[in-house]
């Protein structure tokens, strides 16, 4: 077996591996965290290939350590991109500085920046197998398909699992605890990924409102896997998600809005934040139980300063 590839990313700003680490969305659910995190995916430009890659954060750089035969210089976009390290995170601490509410959910939660997944390909599996069951039903079957169907990596000393390739996937013809239906839906984005319809670059050259609704010609994704898999996978870091009623209910909570926004007053609000709109609604989501418990919501000046 080839020896580890060893390289290093800039973290381009204030950051905290450990955040990402424990963030918890999708399949990642860890709440322990050792210094390293592990994964292991399909690699851009080539989903035939998959990747195990150890991440361990050292001061102002991430130290990565790659199993498997794939470019080093592809994977270390991929995982830049994965952890928000391909944007400007200085400027996004300015939006703290300017920001009162945005500048106090970094205080509480300090170098929080979104994870994302691994590609589009695995968002949109992700959001098949997901669909319409709880998210550790989920997590659970989608191990069972890496382990099945996909590869295996020894990383610091745990083994992690790949989903499979495009080409294995369009294989798949039943697996336990997937209802039936859930496998055409599979093969069709097998198929779009090996057309190269998911592939990273064409849906950001795209835009993500042109990209999102490329992909919802996939059967099962509607108007929300879509965001799902065109925000939080290509990495977009200035879409406002209009629709999510759970953060813009946050947003009037710690801005301390009374009356709720329309649609366009809500667009207006949010120009405060470009252009991080992404990573704001993500922070204002992750990090508001935090001011909950100190007793600091309601507090940030929702005027349109």
Known sequence: MAEPLLT????????????????????????TFDGVLRMAFRVDGDLESAVGVEVRQEGERLDLTIHGAADPDVVSRQVARILSCDHDGVAFAALGRRDPVIGALQEVAPGLRPPLFYSPYEAAVWSVISARRGRQQGIRLRERLNETYGESFELAGRTVSALPSPHRLAEVEALPGMPADRVPRLQAIASAAQRGDLDVERLVGMGPQAAGSAVQALPGIGPFYSSLIVVRACGFADVLPVEEARSRATVHELYGIEQPMTDDEYVAFAERWKPFRTWAVVLIRAAASRLRDRGAVGTGHGGSG
Not at 20 to 25: R, T, V
């Open 8 to 31: 290093s990313i800039p973290t381009r700003g204030p950051f905290a591996l450990q955040e990402l680490a424990l963030f918890g969305f999708g399949h990642q659910s860890d709440t």
